[in-house]
């Protein structure tokens, strides 16, 4: 069976969570800070950071669940969080991870039933993968996020988290699809 990992990557927080098998599923969180006025190089080693210490607990030819970048958004450090992406599926790649990007409407929707408007905000999800998911100890809104990114990635591959789910959830699946591995 092969490793899934739900990964909600982001500057301050970034959220893992592993499924080895139904018994041995792990989440994780890797803070970082950085400062407005950090140098160029400064910003670039806080990357690489975050990239190595995430990479630190995803094994390698797992099947990643990864948020899509949200190319709505504006706001400070834009093009940092641009950089970590990338830097993260490359790494990943080539450590023979698979990635499949999931937009956060399709998080959304999976998590509570709909992809956006009221009831839709970080902490309705948060609620939702708590009770869902009681004995993961999902402690904050980036362990929820790779929690529900895991689970969609488990269901994708057959091996659902959750015996049923309404089909308003169901419907994020839609256009979610786990590519043909080649064989190296």
Same mark, same amino acid.
């Given at each position: 069976?092969?490793?899934?990992?739900?990964?909600?990557?982001?500057?301050?927080?970034?959220?893992?969570?592993?499924?080895?098998? =139904?018994?041995?599923?792990?989440?994780?969180?890797?803070? @970082?800070?950085? /400062? +407005?006025?950090?140098?160029?190089?400064?910003?670039?080693?806080?990357? =690489?950071?975050?990239?190595?210490?995430?990479?630190?607990?995803? $094994?390698?030819?797992?099947?990643?669940?990864?948020? *899509? $970048?949200?190319?709505? @958004?504006?706001?400070? *450090?834009?093009?940092?969080?641009?950089? !970590?992406?990338? @830097? !993260?599926?490359?790494?990943?790649?080539? #450590?023979?991870?698979?990635?499949? $990007?999931?937009?956060?409407?399709?998080?959304? /929707?999976? *998590?509570?039933? +709909?992809?956006?408007?009221?009831?839709?905000? /970080?902490?309705?999800?948060?609620?939702? =993968?708590?009770?869902?998911?009681?004995?993961?100890?999902?402690?904050?809104?980036?362990?929820?996020?790779?929690?529900?990114?895991?689970?969609?990635?488990?269901?994708?591959?057959?091996?659902?988290?959750?015996?049923?789910?309404?089909?308003? #959830?169901?419907? =994020?699946?839609? +256009?979610? @699809?786990?590519?043909?591995?080649? *064989?190296?």
């Amino acid at each position: 069976m092969t490793t899934i990992v739900g990964l909600d990557p982001s500057l301050t927080s970034t959220g893992i969570a592993v499924h080895r098998d =139904a018994n041995d599923i792990r989440t994780h969180r890797i803070r @970082s800070t950085g /400062k +407005k006025d950090a140098t160029w190089d400064d910003r670039a080693l806080r990357l =690489a950071w975050i990239v190595a210490q995430t990479i630190d607990v995803i $094994p390698n030819d797992a099947t990643v669940i990864m948020e *899509a $970048p949200s190319y709505g @958004s504006v706001g400070g *450090a834009q093009h940092d969080r641009s950089g !970590l992406w990338w @830097s !993260l599926f490359r790494t990943l790649t080539d #450590h023979g991870c698979t990635i499949i $990007p999931v937009t956060p409407s399709q998080r959304m /929707k999976y *998590a509570v039933g +709909k992809g956006g408007g009221k009831g839709c905000d /970080k902490d309705n999800i948060l609620a939702a =993968a708590i009770t869902r998911y009681p004995d993961l100890g999902i402690t904050g809104n980036d362990i929820a996020d790779a929690v529900i990114f895991m689970a969609i990635g488990c269901r994708l591959t057959g091996n659902p988290l959750e015996a049923s789910l309404p089909k308003t #959830h169901l419907d =994020a699946l839609a +256009k979610i @699809s786990l590519p043909e591995r080649t *064989a190296a």
